[in-house]
Structure formats: structure tokens, C-alpha cells
């Protein structure tokens, strides 16, 4: 499975962008989450929604700025990011994760769980 993520760019502080990442076959089938890596940083959770569509869980770095969703017509998941902050600059990734588990919190939030990795979009908020 190859997803695509797409929708990063260079954008000031306090924008908006709009994050999607296309998932061949049925969005339906998975639980997805975002991840994103800055310079010398490790890899860390952004935000995951459940493959039923009904759970989402944050990092509460991007609580109450990011929302996640779920359009399974287009195949894709939408990470909407506003009030955008230099700290929140990296490299965005979606995974996919296929065993249909109704696992919790923690359980999306590790970047083992996930099965299916795309190959990263750029985000840089400048200041």
C-alpha cells in the first residue's frame, strides 16, 4: 500500500494548511495517523483517527489547532492545521495501520503500530 502524502509548503506564522493523504483501495480499512520529524528531532505523533472513524487522538502540542478526518468517498485523510508556529516546521508523515483493532490512545500514538508509511511533506512556518 503507497500513500501519498501531499499539501505542505512554506506558509507564515498564524496560517492555515490543509495536509491529505490518499490511501489506495478503502480508506475505510484503516486507522491512520500523522507523524512528523524535524531537523535532528525524533519522530513524533501528531494525530490518528481510528479506522471506524469514531476515535481521534492529538498530540497535545497540536490539541485544539490540528483536526483529523476522514473522507473514505475520496480515499483520503485531511489534517487541517491552523495558528501554525515555527515549532510545528518539519517534514509530515502518514501511516497506515491495517489490523482493525479497536485499541486505544496509546495504541496510535506509537509509530510501530503502523503498517504503511507514505514518503513525507514538507511544512516550514517562518517567522
Known amino acids: 500500500v503507497q500513500l501519498q502524502a501531499s499539501g505542505g509548503g512554506l506558509v507564515q506564522v498564524g496560517a492555515s494548511l490543509r495536509l491529505s493523504c490518499e490511501v489506495p483501495?478503502?480508506?475505510?480499512?484503516?486507522?491512520i495517523g500523522w507523524f512528523r520529524q524535524a531537523p535532528g528531532k525524533e519522530r513524533e505523533f501528531v494525530a490518528a483517527?481510528?479506522?471506524?472513524?469514531?476515535?481521534?487522538y492529538y498530540s497535545d502540542s497540536v490539541k485544539g489547532r490540528f483536526t483529523i478526518s476522514r473522507d473514505n468517498t475520496k480515499n483520503t485523510v485531511v489534517l487541517q492545521m491552523n495558528s501554525l508556529k515555527p515549532e510545528d516546521t518539519a517534514v509530515y508523515y502518514c501511516?497506515?495501520?491495517?489490523?482493525?483493532?479497536?485499541?486505544?490512545?496509546?495504541?496510535?500514538?506509537?509509530?510501530?503500530?503502523?503498517?504503511?508509511w507514505g514518503q513525507g511533506t514538507q511544512v516550514t512556518v517562518s517567522s
Open positions: 483501495g478503502r480508506t475505510s480499512y484503516y486507522g
Open positions: 483517527i481510528s479506522y471506524s472513524g469514531y476515535s481521534k
Open positions: 501511516a497506515a495501520d491495517r489490523s482493525r483493532l479497536s485499541q486505544g490512545e496509546g495504541y496510535y500514538k506509537t509509530s510501530s503500530t503502523y503498517d504503511y
